[in-house]
């Protein structure tokens, strides 16, 4: 089908997916990449498990401090990092986890809806809940993380220091998520101005990470 002999609502469909594309293709691509972060997880709990039974503290040290580390590596910058990898890993993924569906639904009537109904419920759901509370979040955690930078908190025990480092990645990871809703919120509205038999199309696309194409 050629673009002249399209309706008004395919090409807004068609308008809205391409939109899409770059901020969809964004979280899954930050998702690929942070899910290497569980490799490097189990990696730092083997290595403070082995410490730990060996009876070593302290691995290695220097002399100038070096950012997140600073003159040492010990078991407590061990067991630190495996948690500041796990909030990297769990901010970084939330967008890839929206894109995929795979957040928990409690619902008995979405699931029995028309592909239009559920955009209809998933654009009220993100412009209305969602990307308010990524946001609001984003804007206030970022006075948290100037906090932590300012009066250089670090681990009480030997760890990591420069926590706002960890930090940070909470106003970061609220952004990447809303770029994200703002993504699906375009891929919804593709299925809405599509026709009936192309909303479908639009829809498994959607699912299986392709791309609407009306032509």
Known sequence: ????????????????????????????????????????????????VFLNFIRINEVVNWEQDIPLFGRAITISSMIDLQWHLFGVLTMLSGAYALHCDTHVRVDLIYQKLSPRGRAVIDILGHVCLLLPFCLLTAWFSKSFVMMSFVSGEGSGFGGLIDRYLIKSIIPIGMLLLAIAAVGEVLKKMAI????????????????????????
Request: hydrophobic share 50%.
């Open 192 to 215: 809405l101005l599509a026709p009936p038999f192309i909303g479908n199309d639009v829809e498994r696309s959607h699912i299986s990470g392709g791309d609407y194409d009306a032509s």
């Open 1 to 48: 089908m050629s673009n002249h002999s399209l309706s008004w609502n395919e090409k807004g469909a068609m308008i809205c997916n391409a939109l899409a594309r770059p901020l969809v293709g964004l979280g899954m691509l930050l998702g690929r990449i942070s899910s290497w972060l569980v490799l490097l997880i189990i990696v730092s709990v083997l290595i403070s």
